[in-house]
């Protein structure tokens, strides 16, 4: 992410700018000749958004010293990519240089004749959280594992429409798969091996892992030389210690969620203008964009509760949800929570199958108290109890108070149109069941089920 306040005078011109890169309403072509960015072989889902939010008069009922009247207006520029974030931005400006200047030449202090690398790198926001669908998975694989589908599909009707093959294939289908797996290796498509994991990640995951091991021996070993009753009042110590932590906490806690101000009960509703412009950006394809920006609530308790939520929520994310799911959630690709403005406001942007109403109501039917968790501290959310409860329960708050919140993206790129993660997935699987040795009859029936 590449973030940057935009010379106010500029604005509107900059809008027109983006708008020439779409071939749909919000939708990118990948060929535009600003940034092309399908001859980006790495790169799964990108964005232009500006950041402007309109919410910020909420602030006033917290006091005139919570206001925000010179808020900056930013320009984002967003990537989900395989491999380097960095290796990527050199990319971008050996291939799209000269259109990414055009583009940035709207924001602040941005020289068009100086280093533009140096610049983004300089302007570069790393999200405070990120969740990503399926770790490992490349857009190489995806595309590669959709050809494949297709000429499976293609294979298929063709054997199909013969009636003596199609007639020996009710009783053997071993017969069905083993000419496709002939077709493949005659005609293709070529499927490139995954690509393994990089080596510098791995050493990084296992120093983490030693780094865990050794700190837990290191706080355990004073108790494993006491003796067993020295050991047990050091360990009663402890978790008062951690208790009465944990009832200050919610001390303070409720005492927020009962007295902030409401910014108003009920929030309002969105403007008819807002929600149009919002729908017209929407179900151009199977997958849309999120984007939300808002502030959190004035003084270091609610900043530095979120803070410590988002850095648990990047901790526990690629361990407890490496491989298709945020808690039930089956239909997010990637999603970033960034603290912008000196954590004064945050940014949550995501990419997800279906229409943004049922997007919602995943989240509220599965997860309220994940919601609650993560944006409890924003101005304008509906009051929660403990963090946990209330919030996104009550539903219709909830949507209002995000739909006002959501920013028209202006461009966004989808590598792979057309391609749901159930669609996604079901591919994999059949990649896999075409490079498998062996299988059972009701495996392979399964499998060709899939086609």
Known sequence: MVAAPIVPSGEADLRKL????NDSPGTADPNNPLVPFGVFDTLHFARFVILNDATL????????????????????????????????????????????????????GFNPNGDLLQWMRSHSVKPAANYVNWIG??????REEAALHEALA????????????????????????????????????????????????????????????????????PLLMLSAGAALLVYGAVLLIISAALAVFLVHLRRHETTDPDVQS????????????LGKLQDHDVTNQYTAFGSFKPGPFPRWTTTVIWWLVNLATPILYPRGNLARIKTIHFARWVFLDGKRGGLFA????????????????????????TFGQGVGYPRTRFLLWGGAEREQEFKDVQRRHALPTEVWYKAYPGLTLIDIARNARIRQGLERKTMTETEIRQWLSEI
């Open 57 to 108: 008069s909420d602030l006033s009922v917290f006091g005139p010293e919570a206001e925000f009247p010179d808020a900056p207006i930013y320009l984002a520029f967003l990537g989900d990519c395989d491999g380097s974030a960095d290796f990527l931005l050199a990319d971008f400006v050996d291939r799209a240089g000269d259109g990414l200047r055009k583009i940035f030449a709207y924001c602040d």
């Open 137 to 142: 998975r490349t857009v190489l694989q995806i």
């Open 154 to 221: 293609k294979y298929l009707t063709e054997y199909l429409a013969d009636r003596s093959i199609r007639d020996k294939a009710k009783d053997q289908p071993r017969h069905i798969r083993d000419a496709f797996v002939r077709a493949v290796d005659e005609n293709g498509p070529r499927l490139t091996p995954p690509a393994p994991t990089p080596l510098g990640w791995q050493i990084r995951r296992l120093i983490s892992i030693l780094a865990a091991v050794a700190a837990a021996f290191i706080v355990a070993l």
């Open 18 to 21: 983006l708008l020439t890169m």
């Open 266 to 277: 009920p929030p309002k509703p969105p403007s008819d203008e807002h929600l149009a412009e």
């Open 350 to 373: 995501s990419n997800y199958d279906g229409s943004s109403e049922s997007y919602m109501d995943d989240f509220v039917n599965k997860v309220a108290f994940g919601l609650n968790l």
